[in-house]
C-alpha cells in the first residue's frame, strides 16, 4: 500500500474517533477522562497520517511529542492542507 494509501485509512479512522467526540459533547454523557483519551486518540492518528504522508516511520508510542512530524510546523502542514 502506498504512503497515500495508509495515510487516507488513518484519517477516516480520525474522522471516525472525531464522530465521537461529537456525539459525546454533553458533559453528562461521557466522562472527561475518556473524552480526553478519544481527543488524543483522534490526534495521534491525524499526526500518523502526516508522517506515514511524508515517509517517515510513526514511533510506537502514545507520545503525542514523539509522533510529530520531524520538520517544522509550518513546512509540514501546509502542504497537506493547501
Known amino acids: 500500500m502506498s504512503p497515500a494509501e495508509d495515510a487516507l485509512l488513518l484519517l477516516r479512522l480520525a474522522e471516525r474517533h472525531l464522530?465521537?467526540?461529537?456525539?459525546?459533547?454533553?458533559?453528562?454523557?461521557?466522562?472527561?477522562?475518556?473524552?480526553?483519551?478519544?481527543?488524543?486518540?483522534?490526534?495521534?492518528?491525524?499526526?500518523?497520517?502526516?508522517?506515514?504522508?511524508?515517509?517517515?516511520?510513526?514511533p510506537r508510542s502514545h507520545s503525542l511529542q514523539r509522533r510529530r512530524p520531524v520538520a517544522g510546523p509550518m513546512e509540514w502542514v501546509e502542504p497537506v492542507v493547501g
Open 19 to 58: 464522530g465521537s467526540l461529537r456525539g459525546t459533547l454533553d458533559p453528562a454523557t461521557i466522562a472527561d477522562e475518556d473524552w480526553g483519551f478519544l481527543a488524543q486518540q483522534t490526534l495521534e492518528k491525524l499526526l500518523k497520517a502526516l508522517l506515514v504522508l511524508h515517509c517517515q516511520e510513526p
